[in-house]
C-alpha cells in the first residue's frame, strides 16, 4: 500500500511523498534557508557595523555594495526556494548566474573570496539535491527592450569590473584589498549584468532577477552620489546613468510581465468572457 502525502505541487501536480522526495525537499529547504538566512544576517551587520564603527568610514561605498549583494541579489533567490523546494527551477538559475559572475570576478581579480565562494558551492549542491527537475520558461520569447537596455549597460560595467579586479590584483596589501572589497565590487556589477541578461532572455520566469538587478543598479548609482569620494564609487554622469538605467529596467521588466500575462491568457477564461458578452437572446438559445 503506498502512502501519499501532499508535500507540494509541480505544475499542478502532485506530488508523490515517498522517502527519496521528502528527504530532498528538507534537504534543499535546509540549505537554501541557511543561504537566505546568512545573507540576510550579514547584509544587516554590514550596514550596522559601516555606520557604527568608525574604521568603516572609508569602506562607505564598498560597505553599500556589499549590504546590496547580499540583501538585493542573494537573499531573495535563496528564500524562494527554501519557501518552495519543489519549484526551485528559476531562482536557482539567479543564483547559477550569480556563482559563474562570482567565479569570473575571482579569476580576473587572482583571488579566491572566502565569503563568497561557499555561496557558489552550496549553489551546485542545491542543483544535486533539489526536489524538483522540471525545466521551466522555454516557451518564452526574450524581450528586446530589456536586452537593449542590457547591452547598452554592457560596456560601462563590463570595464567597471575589470577596472575593480585589477585594483584587487595589483594592490595586494592596501586595506580595501584585505577585506576583499575590490573583488567583490566586481562581482557586484558583473552580477547585475548577469541577472539582467537572464531577465531579458526570460522575462516572466525570472522577474525576481530583473527586479533585482534594476534595484541593485537603483543602489549603485545613489551610493555614488552621496559617496562620491570613496574608493570604487563612479562620477556624477554615471551614477545618474546608473539611477536612470535601474529605474528604466524596472519599469520595462513590470510592463513586460502585464503584456505576456495578457498574452497568455487562458481559453477557458477567453470562453467565459466570450459567453458573459453575449447578446441575452444568444444565451437563451445556448
Known amino acids: 500500500m503506498t502512502v501519499k502525502r501532499a508535500i ?14 521528502r528527504r530532498r525537499f528538507r534537504t534543499t529547504r535546509l540549505i537554501a534557508g541557511f543561504m537566505a538566512g546568512s545573507a540576510v544576517a550579514f547584509g544587516v551587520f554590514t550596514i550596522v557595523f559601516g555606520i557604527v564603527a568608525e574604521s568603516q568610514r572609508i569602506h562607505g561605498f564598498h560597505n553599500v555594495v556589499v ?9 531573495p533567490p535563496a528564500f524562494a526556494i527554501a519557501r518552495r523546494p519543489d519549484r526551485s527551477d528559476a531562482p536557482l538559475m539567479t543564483l547559477t548566474v550569480l556563482s559563474v559572475a562570482a567565479l569570473i570576478t575571482m579569476a580576473a581579480g587572482l583571488t579566491i573570496d572566502p565569503f563568497t565562494l561557499p555561496f557558489v558551492v552550496f549553489t551546485g549542491v542545491l542543483w544535486t539535491v533539489r526536489p524538483s527537475k522540471e525545466p521551466t520558461g522555454h516557451h518564452e520569447r526574450p524581450s528586446w527592450g530589456l ?19 585589477e585594483l584587487q590584483r595589483t594592490l595586494a ?18 552580477g547585475i549584468l548577469f541577472l539582467g541578461l537572464l531577465s531579458a532572455l526570460r522575462p ?8 533585482s538587478a534594476g534595484l541593485g543598479l537603483i543602489i549603485f548609482g545613489l551610493a555614488a552620489m552621496f559617496l562620491g569620494g570613496y574608493a570604487s564609487s563612479v562620477s556624477a554622469p554615471w551614477s545618474w546613468l546608473a539611477l536612470t538605467g535601474g529605474l528604466a529596467f ?14 497568455h491568457v487562458p481559453d477557458w477564461a477567453v470562453r467565459s468572457t466570450t459567453v458573459f458578452h453575449r447578446p441575452r437572446r444568444a444565451r437563451e438559445r445556448t
Open 67 to 75: 549590504a546590496a549583494l547580499l540583501l538585493v541579489l542573494s537573499a
Open 8 to 21: 507540494g505541487h509541480t505544475r499542478g501536480r502532485t506530488v508523490n511523498g515517498d522517502a527519496r522526495y
Open 250 to 263: 524596472i519599469w520595462l521588466g513590470a510592463r513586460e510581465g502585464v503584456v505576456s500575462r495578457a498574452r
Open 173 to 190: 596589501g592596501d586595506e580595501h584589498s584585505r577585506f576583499f572589497h575590490w573583488v567583490e565590487a566586481s562581482f557586484y556589477t558583473t
Open 147 to 165: 536586452l537593449l537596455l542590457v547591452v547598452a549597460g554592457a560596456v560601462p560595467l563590463i570595464v567597471y569590473a575589470l577596472g575593480q579586479a
Open 204 to 211: 516572466v520566469s525570472h522577474r525576481m532577477a530583473g527586479f
